[in-house]
């Protein structure tokens, strides 16, 4: 009952000292914004990026057309030795038929194009589609495939168009890996550099305040309270509105990455993210930064 | 646990024999309730504010404490609330040495004690209503008591209208009275007053001085600083003269002599 009261007294000191002493309570929530914003829109963005890179790295393949005239015994050696391979994740056989199955799904809204090839003419090569743990191995693969033993059985080899994607991607990754990481690393060092002394700021601005508390009989935290309250405040206003704007940045940017990114649905960039769990990391990141600023703050006055 | 401090302030109790000191009409132990022996306080090397001081506070009493300004009364009203710490000597309060309390401990001693500062010492962000109130509520007394409290004692030191005005904004007699009604509030059982009427005009300083009165009738010991002669002649209460640091003077009856 008696610890109500005095919570409840210093909440109501905490809000009202807030909002007399405004400009400064914006300026910590400010910074306290931009420590939160910067770190979680880093971490959603190597995320989104980690999560497409998985999808489509899986989707990358290596496709080898044979001439016509190699043997079915000839190709069946050459997929074996590919199995045999430690890169090599599976191989499929596209027969000719197949092929042309393929090619009437691709060709249904043109009938005439599609008719052009038929079951009395197929002029489609047979073909093994290869797949690698890494899209790093194709490469070899494709050298395997070039030497000269195999050069002549071969018409064409083709890595399909996700190649270029995930080189992309990959580039990316590595970009906001080592770029965004130091940043936000920067970011949040300097910020709390910055939220700690806006608080001491606003503490040493109302020192006088603390020493009249204390001279009046005020416990320790009876006159601590109020300012750590003030400092969890910044933290719970800043989280939700780094959330708002991180929100905001995704239905705006999110079109534009999955244009550049050549991902018809944007969902799935950020299937992977919690918007709830950012919004609940934010608020306890931003309480946890007010507290332990204003902690320090004040202890310094207390003494 | 916690009332302690508050206990022994009331029930004063003694265990150590006090020097005898001779200009002084020596009352049995038990009424002994403050006790200044051989306190110093230097500032730095060279400011000593005060110097070797020794009396004592008995139960129910009413002090002034006079001398030209810098003679060290504010400096002793410090030591007393524990805002400075002697550079020698000791003050027991209720048998203890203050500058022993404990962090924890200070605080439930100070709500004892009601101070009237000569800087008046209000929270600037707030207002007159929320200065006197918060008095009150450090001391953890419920919401029901503070409403009908701080309104009585606003109007006692003439400052209705003023109530919901912020401190900065008000007059050196103004703030005067805010810092007496939140002295006054949670009934100390040692108030001290230092120059409490030095910012106000003659009526006024009857007004407070009667009020000091009418709370020392009812219990509470009174040191009032002041260097108001005609204050202090007229009060016919013990009065202790400082002269640069030091007690030059100690009498019943008293009158400002200097
Ligand atoms: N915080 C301080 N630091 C240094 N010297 C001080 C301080 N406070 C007071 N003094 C000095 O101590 C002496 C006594 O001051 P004070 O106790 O305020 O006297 P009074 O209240 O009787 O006018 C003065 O010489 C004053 O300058
Ligand atoms: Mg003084």
Redesign the interface.
């Known amino acids: 009952m008696q610890l109500f009261t005095t919570l409840t007294r210093i909440t109501k000191t905490a809000l009202i000292s807030l909002w007399r002493n405004r400009w400064l309570s914006l300026a910590a929530t400010l910074v306290m914004i931009l420590t939160l914003f910067t770190v979680s829109f880093f971490t959603c963005l190597l995320l989104m990026v980690n999560s497409t890179t998985t999808m489509l790295r899986s989707k990358v393949d290596i496709s080898v057309y044979f001439n016509d005239s190699v043997s079915n015994d000839q190709i069946f050696s050459i997929e074996n030795t590919l199995l045999a391979r430690s890169d090599v994740k599976s191989v499929d056989y596209i027969s000719k038929e197949k092929a042309l199955e393929v090619w009437r799904s691709q060709n249904t809204d043109n009938t005439q194009l599609r008719d052009i090839i038929n079951d009395a003419y197929n002029p489609l090569p047979r073909s093994l589609e290869i797949k690698t743990d890494q899209p790093e191995d194709l490469e070899g693969v494709n050298t395997f495939l070039s030497s000269t033993d195999y050069k002549p059985l071969i018409k064409e080899i083709s890595y399909r168009k996700n190649k270029d994607l995930v080189d992309r991607l990959i580039k990316i990754t590595t970009f906001i890996k080592y770029v965004g990481w130091i940043l936000s690393g920067l970011f949040v060092i300097i910020s709390i550099l910055i939220i700690y002394n806006t608080i001491r700021l606003t503490i040493y601005a109302r020192s006088e305040e603390i020493e009249i508390m204390k001279l009046v009989g005020a416990s320790d935290w009876y006159v601590q309270g109020p300012f750590i309250l003030e400092g969890v405040v910044y933290g719970i206003l800043a989280a939700i509105i780094s959330s708002l704007i991180l929100y905001l940045a995704a239905q705006l940017f999110l079109p534009a990455a999955g244009n550049y990114l050549g991902v018809a649905n944007v969902s799935t960039l950020i299937s992977n993210i919690s918007f709830f769990a950012i919004i609940v990391i934010q608020l306890l990141v931003g309480i946890f930064l007010g507290t332990l600023c204003s902690v320090f703050a004040v202890k310094k006055h207390l003494k | 646990m916690k009332n302690k401090i508050m206990t022994d302030l009331d029930i004063k109790q003694k265990n150590k024999t006090v020097k005898a000191e001779p200009d002084k009409v020596k009352k049995a132990d038990e009424s002994v309730v403050i006790e200044f022996q051989n306190v110093s306080k230097k500032y730095s090397a060279n400011i000593e504010a005060i110097h070797d001081v020794s009396f004592n506070v008995l139960i129910g009493e009413f002090i002034s404490l006079v001398g030209p300004s810098g003679a060290g009364k504010s400096t002793l009203v410090k030591l007393l609330?524990c805002?400075e710490k002697p550079t020698g000597g000791k003050i027991l309060v209720a048998g203890r040495d203050i500058s022993e309390l404990k962090?924890?401990e200070l605080?439930?001693?100070?709500?004892k004690?009601g101070?009237i500062?000569q800087d008046f010492?209000?929270?600037?962000?707030k207002t007159v209503y929320e200065n006197i109130a918060?008095?009150l509520?450090?001391?953890?007394a419920?919401?029901s008591e503070i409403k009908e409290k701080v309104p009585k004692i606003i109007d006692l030191v003439g400052l209705t209208n003023r109530a919901f005005s912020f401190t900065e904004e008000l007059s050196g007699g103004e703030k005067q009275r805010v810092s007496i009604a939140?002295a006054l509030v949670h009934n100390p059982k040692l108030l001290i007053a230092d120059e409490p009427t030095g910012n106000l005009d003659p009526v006024s300083t009857w007004e407070i001085i009667e009020l000091l009165f009418k709370i020392n009738k009812q219990g509470t010991i009174v040191l009032l600083a002041s260097h108001d002669k005609e204050v202090v002649d007229s009060l016919q209460k013990r009065v202790i003269t400082m002269k640069d640091g030091k007690v030059v003077s100690d009498q019943q009856k008293g009158k400002y002599n200097l």
């Open positions: 609330t805002e962090k924890k605080p439930f001693f100070r709500r004690v101070v500062f010492k209000l929270l600037p962000k918060f008095a509520e450090v001391c953890d419920p919401d939140r």
